[in-house]
């Protein structure tokens, strides 16, 4: 039986990037890294929160209604 490895590096976003917390769902400014947590901001400003850079992806690309 072979296992599988997966690649777990995380993404690495650039700070003022607009990214995707998969753990919550929403959509999100990153900020910075500090310890070891994302920080995030709401696109239209408020308060950040946190996310492991596991779960922070690029936003994906809307599609076209014509697919």
Request: net charge negative; proline share 9%; glycine share 14%.
């Amino acid at each position: 039986m072979s296992i599988r490895h997966h690649d777990t590096r995380a993404y690495r976003p650039q700070v003022g990037e607009l990214v995707l917390d998969l753990r919550t769902g929403r959509t999100g400014v990153y900020m910075g890294t500090i310890g070891g947590e994302h920080y995030l901001r709401p696109e239209g400003g408020g308060r950040e929160w946190t996310a492991e850079p596991s779960h922070v992806s690029p936003v994906p690309e809307p599609r076209d209604s014509a697919d």
